[in-house]
């Protein structure tokens, strides 16, 4: 609502004579002018002056594309290069954040208003936060969960994640689909000039830069801990018969790990570049190529394991390892214009007709087109009509683009941990 001024002063009379009928009318008017001065310190700033009570604009993000964009800073301060890719998902933050198939990117958030119900240390998705940074509209001033332990403020600036807020993200999604993904640079330092972070962003490159050896494991070990009962769903179909899986690790997310473990495998988690001999030799009852971040095409040595594995045993592969296990068999794989990321995603499995709602994070697909004879195409995106899932019958291997373990969710692809153990029942019955 717009208030106009009253001048007092011209006027010539008291306030309350203004309000009345037969107020005289002012024969001179006068103007004040009032000037201020502060003291200042040697680097010119006023001494003695109380800040302002809110945030300024005190960061910026340059796009590749030229444009500049004025935000809030959050989390760590700094000057990081990232892909800038926008995700759907209407909660779940925490879980995106310390998703390792995030490495390199800045992660934008289509819903607006982030960071309401905290963090806590039950959600994490793996030992760390490997993402550039975190880009959203509205940062909450206050949490409300009766499960958070820190702000999500505190929770980035102690991990050394930059984030920014007060940012147009409806504008920089609608180019990010327009021109598809876009290098950025994320800036908090006034030294540094926009021309000097867009030279930064138009010289870094995430296409064919091996992103899995910064997030794998450096050693084997064991994985023990099932979804906590309070949490668990889908407990048909467990015979109770434990199998031997052995989980490569190219970004692995814990939930995968808590599912299969929740269906009764004893897992074994290797690194990335576990050699395929060694896993040979733990006879594992069958194989999981996990998720993980950028080109499958810049790991030449993650599909040369997998090209060692398949066929001698059952093989699950889920996101990079559906891509890996595409390039194993043959088959090429390319870069989306702006990927998938987000929690609901339509998926047609093929097998059964029906339409699942899908948690996916990726930026390559499966050229189906260039797979051999007897590979099947089992589920494809509902969206683009994108390869969203592979079987090859022969060799025992199916493989997903998107997360089956979808934590927080949705649960709808959850069962294909049960076929998969089924799988691996079946040929161990046959052997």
């Given at each position: 609502?717009?208030?106009?001024?009253?001048?007092?002063?011209?006027?010539?009379?008291?306030?309350?004579?203004?309000?009345?009928?037969?107020?005289?009318?002012?024969?001179?008017?006068?103007?004040?002018?009032?000037?201020?001065?502060?003291?200042?310190?040697?680097?010119?700033?006023?001494?003695?002056?109380?800040?302002?009570?809110?945030?300024?604009?005190?960061?910026?993000?340059?796009?590749?594309?030229?444009?500049?964009?004025?935000?809030?800073?959050?989390?760590?301060?700094?000057?990081?290069?990232?892909?800038?890719?926008?995700?759907?998902?209407?909660?779940?933050?925490?879980?995106?954040?310390?998703?390792?198939?995030?490495?390199?990117?800045?992660?934008?958030?289509?819903?607006?208003?982030?960071?309401?119900?905290?963090?806590?240390?039950?959600?994490?998705?793996?030992?760390?936060?490997?993402?550039?940074?975190?880009?959203?509209?509205?940062?909450?001033?206050?949490?409300?969960?009766?499960?958070?332990?820190?702000?999500?403020?505190?929770?980035?600036?102690?991990?050394?994640?930059?984030?920014?807020?007060?940012?147009?993200?409806?504008?920089?999604?609608?180019?990010?689909?327009?021109?598809?993904?876009?290098?950025?640079?994320?800036?908090?330092?006034?030294?540094?000039?926009?021309?000097?972070?867009?030279?930064?962003?138009?010289?870094?490159?995430?296409?064919?830069?091996?992103?899995?050896?910064?997030?794998?494991?450096?050693?084997?070990?064991?994985?023990?801990?099932?979804?906590?009962?309070?949490?668990?769903?889908?407990?048909?179909?467990?015979?109770?018969?434990?199998?031997?899986?052995?989980?490569?690790?190219?970004?692995?997310?814990?939930?995968?790990?808590?599912?299969?473990?929740?269906?009764?495998?004893?897992?074994?988690?290797?690194?990335?570049?576990?050699?395929?001999?060694?896993?040979?030799?733990?006879?594992?009852?069958?194989?999981?190529?996990?998720?993980?971040?950028?080109?499958?095409?810049?790991?030449?040595?993650?599909?040369?394991?997998?090209?060692?594995?398949?066929?001698?045993?059952?093989?699950?592969?889920?996101?990079?390892?559906?891509?890996?296990?595409?390039?194993?068999?043959?088959?090429?794989?390319?870069?989306?214009?702006?990927?998938?990321?987000?929690?609901?995603?339509?998926?047609?499995?093929?097998?059964?007709?029906?339409?699942?709602?899908?948690?996916?994070?990726?930026?390559?697909?499966?050229?189906?087109?260039?797979?051999?004879?007897?590979?099947?195409?089992?589920?494809?995106?509902?969206?683009?009509?994108?390869?969203?899932?592979?079987?090859?019958?022969?060799?025992?291997i199916m493989s997903l683009?998107y997360h089956p373990e979808?934590?927080?969710?949705?649960?709808?692809?959850?069962?294909?941990?049960?076929?998969?153990?089924?799988?691996?029942?079946?040929?161990?019955?046959?052997?």
């Amino acid at each position: 609502m717009a208030v106009k001024a009253m001048n007092f002063a011209a006027l010539g009379s008291t306030p309350h004579a203004c309000f009345a009928s037969n107020a005289p009318k002012p024969t001179k008017g006068r103007v004040f002018a009032v000037r201020f001065s502060a003291t200042r310190s040697s680097d010119g700033a006023a001494i003695g002056l109380a800040e302002r009570p809110w945030k300024v604009a005190d960061a910026r993000l340059v796009l590749e594309d030229g444009s500049v964009w004025r935000a809030k800073s959050f989390g760590a301060s700094g000057t990081q290069v990232g892909e800038v890719v926008f995700n759907t998902s209407l909660t779940g933050y925490q879980e995106i954040l310390t998703d390792p198939s995030y490495a390199g990117q800045f992660v934008l958030m289509t819903n607006p208003h982030i960071g309401n119900t905290g963090v806590n240390f039950d959600d994490e998705e793996s030992r760390q936060c490997f993402l550039a940074g975190l880009v959203i509209r509205s940062l909450s001033i206050t949490t409300s969960n009766w499960r958070c332990t820190e702000t999500l403020d505190d929770y980035l600036a102690e991990r050394n994640i930059m984030g920014i807020y007060d940012v147009d993200t409806r504008a920089i999604t609608r180019r990010l689909r327009q021109d598809g993904s876009l290098i950025g640079v994320l800036s908090t330092e006034k030294s540094k000039t926009d021309e000097e972070l867009l030279e930064m962003s138009r010289s870094w490159d995430i296409v064919g830069v091996d992103l899995i050896s910064g997030v794998s494991c450096d050693a084997p070990y064991e994985w023990v801990d099932k979804t906590r009962p309070a949490w668990d769903f889908n407990n048909d179909g467990r015979d109770g018969e434990a199998y031997h899986a052995v989980a490569y690790d190219f970004g692995i997310k814990h939930n995968i790990l808590r599912r299969l473990a929740s269906y009764g495998c004893k897992i074994t988690v290797v690194p990335s570049t576990w050699p395929a001999s060694e896993t040979l030799k733990m006879k594992p009852d069958g194989v999981l190529f996990s998720n993980g971040p950028g080109d499958p095409s810049a790991v030449p040595y993650a599909v040369e394991t997998v090209r060692e594995i398949i066929g001698k045993v059952p093989v699950f592969g889920i996101c990079m390892g559906h891509q890996l296990l595409g390039q194993a068999l043959g088959g090429k794989t390319f870069k989306m214009k702006f990927g998938h990321h987000g929690g609901n995603h339509p998926v047609r499995n093929l097998q059964n007709g029906c339409v699942e709602i899908s948690a996916q994070n990726h930026n390559y697909a499966v050229d189906p087109a260039s797979l051999p004879k007897g590979v099947e195409v089992t589920h494809v995106n509902l969206n683009d009509g994108s390869c969203a899932g592979l079987a090859y019958p022969a060799l025992n291997i199916m493989s997903l683009q998107y997360h089956p373990e979808a934590s927080p969710g949705p649960h709808d692809s959850d069962c294909t941990f049960r076929e998969f153990v089924q799988l691996m029942k079946s040929v161990k019955q046959k052997a």
